[in-house]
């Protein structure tokens, strides 16, 4: 998962009580303070003892983080990749299916110093797996057989949809005998989820 703490927020000294969650492209406050923080309007980012604060319009907020306000600071600073966020290396197998994000294809294909595969082959270290439907999650049993040692497969699909959510890809992973570790914004327009095998 994304970086995510249940903490106090202070704004201009008063505090709040909220989950806070760094996404890539604000800090979102869920609870006692529901607000967004675009990354672009932060300014005087620094770590003054266990809090991350910076400025905000006329604001100052600090953020109690404990040992991991240095993190976030990185983070925000150095942001990775979405090619990093999936986990792409140099001298991987990584497989594409489905209807693909061209965007995302050339920055696969940047670091890897070739076009990703389109069709599985056995020990496969990555596959991003573009699901239009809920139908399309029935890929997964074919998928699981194919990846690496320390494969992993990427589920995107489209944000918002009531009928095509979450727990859909949690049920179908569980039943091609795979689990959850991560998720991330993908686009704009999708959303991912990071599955691998199992423990038995």
């Known amino acids: 998962m994304g970086l995510e703490k249940d903490t106090t927020v202070f704004v201009d000294g008063r505090s709040h009580v909220c989950n806070v969650h ?3 492209a604000a800090i979102v406050c869920r609870g006692d303070l529901k607000r967004q923080f675009a990354l672009t309007a932060l300014r005087d980012l620094a770590v003054a003892g266990a809090r991350l604060s910076f400025a905000i319009g006329k604001e ?9 306000a240095a993190t976030w600071l990185d983070r925000i600073r150095n942001p990775r990749s979405r090619v990093q966020k999936l986990g792409v290396a140099a001298g991987m197998k990584v497989c594409v299916l489905g209807k693909a994000d061209a965007e995302a294809i050339a920055e696969v294909a940047a670091v890897l110093n070739e076009s990703p595969k389109m069709r599985l082959a056995v020990g496969t270290d990555i596959v991003l797996l573009f699901c239009a439907e809920p139908e399309d999650l029935t890929r997964l049993g074919a998928v699981e057989p194919k990846l690496a040692d320390k494969g992993a497969v990427w589920v995107l699909w489209p944000k918002g949809r009531k009928d095509f959510a979450h727990e859909h890809v949690v049920a179908a992973g569980k039943s091609a005998g795979l689990s959850i570790t991560k998720s991330m914004g993908f686009s704009e327009v999708l959303t991912g989820l990071r599955l691998v095998r199992s423990r038995k």
Do not use: F, H, Q, W
Request: glycine residues 8%; negative net charge; without cysteine.
């Open 22 to 24: 760094l996404e890539p």
């Open 60 to 68: 100052r907020v600090e953020i109690e983080l404990g040992k991991a």
